[in-house]
């Protein structure tokens, strides 16, 4: 079959990491999240977490050169031959150059960068409201998204809390810097006819019944 390597795009609160883990059921891909993996690294507060702390508190972009090699090491990997989903990554055009030198020359493309597109409104009114587990990163919400039990994580029962920069202050400054560095790629993977949109703002199901269809096309349209 076909490999799918695949960037998604969106502002935060878009709901990338939602639909990502149904991509990744769906699909059998490894899926590699920049926030998440920047997270783990502040808590293990690992050489790469003690540089990244202080851009991801105030909610800027971390400097390329810390991101960067991380990704380059997870795309060239073995489990990542047949395909991948990057979540956060490419953030600006700088990366999204980098990526496709990678992919170059390992003698890939991209498949896709699909784009789920949120007003500012509603990301905010979602990531306010939103809960990750302590331990790996699940997510919920505590009105369309809640738990059974309520602070607990449905899969691994540890605590659920909110992250330090899904706060407002932080949050606006996370959606400003979207539209300054990232909103640049919209055009840019436009203009290489691989840029897919869908409504973010529309139920998390609709929008991963759309993911899944367009990716369907794409595979058979590849393997024509
Ligand atoms: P996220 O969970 O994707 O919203 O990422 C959380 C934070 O990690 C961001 O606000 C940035 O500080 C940092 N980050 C994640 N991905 C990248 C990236 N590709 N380039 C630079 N900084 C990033």
């Known amino acids: ?12 609160g878009a709901g990338k990491g939602t639909q990502a883990e149904r991509l990744v059921e769906d699909f059998d891909l490894p899926y590699y999240a920049t ?34 090699e991380v990704i380059r090491q997870r795309v060239d990997g073995p489990e990542a031959a047949d395909g991948f989903v990057l979540d956060g990554f490419p953030r600006k055009v700088t990366q999204a ?15 896709a960068a699909m784009l789920i597109d949120t007003p500012d409104e509603e990301a905010l009114r979602r990531l306010s409201g939103r809960r990750v587990c302590a331990d790996d990163d699940h997510l919920y919400h505590v009105e369309f998204d809640p738990p059974r039990e309520e602070g607990k994580c449905d899969q691994d029962g540890s ?3 909110q992250r330090d920069d899904d706060k407002p202050e932080t949050v606006k400054r996370r959606l400003a ?20 949109r869908f409504d973010g703002s529309r139920h998390p199901k609709e929008v991963s019944d759309h993911v899944r269809a367009t990716l369907a096309t794409l595979r058979l349209e590849d393997e024509l």
């Open 35 to 68: 926030g998440h993996i920047l997270r783990a690294a502040v808590k293990e507060r690992s050489e790469l977490g003690q540089k990244a702390q202080e851009y991801m508190e105030r909610g800027d972009l971390v400097p390329d050169e810390l991101i960067v």
């Open 97 to 111: 150059d980098v990526l496709a030198e990678v992919l170059d020359g390992l003698g890939r493309r991209l498949s």
């Open 177 to 196: 810097v979207y539209h300054e560095e990232t909103t640049p790629l919209i055009d840019y993977y436009g203009e290489r006819g691989l840029l897919r």
């Open 159 to 161: 605590a659920l809390i």
């Open 1 to 12: 079959m076909s490999e799918l390597n695949l960037v998604i795009l969106g502002p935060p």
